[in-house]
């Protein structure tokens, strides 16, 4: 039973093979769960405009109305129900496609009771963030922040949610920029979590080629390949009982993609080289600063992992989307390298903070972070000033870009700042994307990324 019910869990099992349907009302009644039973997909759709149900289990192949379209209908009607699909493993494609029209998860015929058990739990877990998130009294009191900084609008509703979604095991996938604090919100979500006593595993999927990712995620045999002179664990079995994060994975190639869905569908790794499969419990947290339906679009990323990752979304804003914060954050990065620099540092110049809040900050937070640790290095008298910020947040003044963030519209102007100070670092830079991505503090890709947005590619 889903943790935190007090009243018996409702589903609702839809098919018409009476035999196998009545094998899962046996079986799912034995779990302590209230179990009704449709026999197509009309009857279903009636059955959830008269009763209120906390999941589905449906069939897609059934004579009256099919899976699809009762499902389609059930969505209509309440979007919040969530419905795991039953197919034959040869329909697999139209199951990837009731995930995209709404289905929660799915499974294949014969089931294995074990998933059964696992995926109903994950869609009673998912109904009960779905009911949190509307209730309207969301509230991140008493939560475990990890350092993330912020009391800006988008930076609140970010953290009321994770309050929300950390207690359950869903999925997340955490899209935001570079630099924008994605690892912080995945530690929040762990240590506010009930795996919070388990390790929490971090790996940069981007760091690695493909060879070396997967023997870093799923662990390999003594002489699997060169250099291996021992058996290893990967981080899936390292992160047993707790949560694996894995950053940047729209970065994987397509092969560790589906190496990576086997898992999240199995629960089980195979080192590379081995043969015995490993049963792991990991609670899965990942993040990309690409934005993964453009990915699936192109073909670069597979839509059945996606659908498998994006359980609950949360976005990690950008810093020019929650200004307000900057002081707060300045204040907490000037006490932290001041002690770490052995430097006294009475304050920040009204001038310097006014830049700082001002710049549009392509490299969000960890830009911030660095400029503020080399002005500390580099100051010269009591206060932090503007002469110790980056070159480029110093050229940025210079030109007419800080001008026109003071006196003009700032949504649309900033927007149009960041490019400003984009082009003119790689002018400065002599066309070098390499040295003008080192110089804005952010990565190379990021740069490519913000310059075909802005159609200067």
Known sequence: MARGRQQPVAVLVVDDDQAHRYMLKTMLGEWGWRVSEADDGTTAVAAV????YDAILMDVRMTTMDGMEALSRIHDYNPAIPVVIMTAYS????AVEAIKIGAHDYLT???DFERLRLTMNRALDHRLVTEARQGGDASA????SQGIIGQAPPMRELLET???VAPTEATVLIAGESGTGKELVAAAIHHNSGRRTGPFVKVNCAALVENLLESELFGHEKGAFTGADRARDGKFVQADGGTLFLDEVGEMSAAMQAKLLRVLQEHEVQRVGGRETIAVDVRLVAATNRILEDEVREGRFREDLYYRLNVVTLVAPPLRARREDIPALVEFFVER???KNHRKVAGVTPRCMDLMLHYPWPGNVRELENAVERGV?????DYLDENGLPLAVRRWAESGAAVAVETSQVPATLEEAERQVILKTLEEAGGNKSEAARRLNITRKTLLSK????GDQ
């Open 49 to 52: 405009h008269d009763h209120p």
């Open 337 to 339: 390298f001041a002690a």
């Open 141 to 144: 009191q008493g939560l475990d």
């Open 162 to 164: 994770v309050a929300y």
């Open 91 to 94: 329909s697999v494609d139209a």
């Open 109 to 111: 015929k014969p089931l």
């Open 451 to 454: 310059l075909q947005r802005y």
């Open 377 to 381: 290095i580099l100051m010269r008298g």
